[in-house]
């Protein structure tokens, strides 16, 4: 339910994304980040490999996976992030594998920091080089050994909310996560289908001294990137988009709640998953809520998920709502179908004392099931698999 940040206004405002990545291809030139360009939100790149200030060549990749936060076509495709600031950082030696990436990698950290940016993507991972002596070893991904890692628990102390993908290695001999994903307070991120299952490739937990790794998952089967020319979307598969769709999600609801620390987003974000009472070395702590973080922020009351026993009355062309505790506030309403996509919404002015929203034209929705979400002020309420019927 990460959409409802955005409809409540919040798509990353004044925060600033440091996305690190091989490449970003004619990212200065895609109509997707026009937006980005025009508002100045798209600042100046840098190339750690080549010490110069242009990222914007070698691959595609990176414009792909900075297209899940920051694209911004309505109609076509709205990044997680649309309104955030994003910094392309070229950390990537295309062509090879050697260790000597990990420094690139810890210098574009390191630069992240000094622009003062509050998150850090990077679809990126190191487990083999191409000189077989050099590669890592899975009984070391403690967080505590490989360079990589430790300077992104160092950049989360400094208050740097790092996301890194898991990898994709679930599906090789390898099938664990890599470095920096074993890193310590940073939000490793794991890929689903949309059916909520795990992917085949994504790569497992725990970390070697027994964390619960991936943290979170998110969409990584046919996730939806920009293509390089014109005005088309494809499908792409890896955790190299679930990292950057999550990371763009902690954005938004970051920017909600702007003087909140890094930690307490990272909390939110952990607590709302799915499987948060038993989590897993599949999927860690699940799928997160954003609708249940956001609530779990605000301080003032927890989020409520009702339960059936709730009362659903329906007067000629009203829909009441009579809650368990009653209720005399105003209210914004939103419908959901089963798909996710808002039907019907509306603001009610509450003058009643008799505790109940009332909600007009429901009579224009087709029999099915709906979820109906209710934000007044800082409380969130949520009415599963409601059935609508004429």
């Known amino acids: 339910m990460g959409h409802i940040i955005h409809y409540l206004g919040f798509e990353g405002q004044n925060k600033w994304v440091g996305v690190m990545d091989g490449g970003f291809t004619q990212t ?25 200030n242009y990222a914007y060549e070698d691959s595609s990749h990176g414009s792909q996976v900075l297209s899940t936060m920051g694209a911004n076509l309505p109609g076509l495709m709205v990044g997680t992030a649309p309104s955030a600031s994003y910094v392309c950082i070229k950390t990537e030696e295309m062509g090879a594998e050697n260790p000597v990436e990990e420094e690139y990698w810890i210098r574009g950290l390191e630069y992240a920091d000094s622009l003062g940016v509050d998150v850090v993507n990077s679809s990126l991972g190191y487990t083999s080089f191409d000189v077989r002596e050099l ?26 909310l790092v996301v890194s993908s898991a990898g994709n290695e679930g599906n090789g001999s390898w099938k664990t996560i890599g470095v920096p994903a074993d890193a310590d307070l940073i939000l490793t991120i794991g890929a689903v289908n949309n059916r909520g299952n795990k992917t085949n490739f994504s790569s497992v937990g725990p970390s070697a001294d027994g964390r619960i790794k991936p943290e979170i998952v998110a969409l990584g089967e046919r ?40 930690d307490k987003i990272r909390a939110a974000i952990i607590n709302s998953g799915s499987q948060i ?51 005399n506030r105003d209210a914004k309403y939103i419908i959901y179908d089963a798909f996710g996509e808002v039907v019907l919404q509306g ?35 949520r009415v599963h698999d409601v059935k609508l019927s004429k």
């Open 223 to 262: 996730s939806a990137v920009a293509h390089l020319k014109g005005y088309q979307v494809n499908g792409a598969n890896g955790t190299s988009f679930s990292s950057p769709i999550l990371a763009g999600m902690a954005t938004s609801l970051w920017s909600a709640f702007p003087n909140k620390r890094n």
């Open 277 to 327: 009472m038993q989590p897993d070395s599949l999927l860690g702590y699940g799928i997160p809520d954003f609708t249940k973080a956001f609530a779990h922020l605000s301080g003032v009351v927890p989020y409520h998920q009702f339960d059936p026993a709730t009362r659903i009355f329906k007067l000629n062309n009203d829909l009441q709502i009579i809650f368990p505790l009653g209720w």
């Open 28 to 52: 200065n030139e895609m109509p997707f980040f026009d937006s980005l360009r025009i508002h100045g939100n798209l600042l100046p790149s840098k190339d750690m490999v080549h010490g110069d």
């Open 135 to 160: 590669n890592h070893e899975k009984e070391k991904l403690n967080g505590q050994t490989y360079r990589a890692s430790l300077a992104a628990t160092i950049a989360a102390t400094k208050g740097i």
């Open 347 to 381: 603001n009610q002015k509450q003058t009643s004392s008799l505790g109940f929203l009332d909600i007009d034209e429901y009579d224009s929705l087709p029999p099915n099931f709906y979820q109906i979400l209710v934000i007044s002020g800082d409380f969130v309420f």
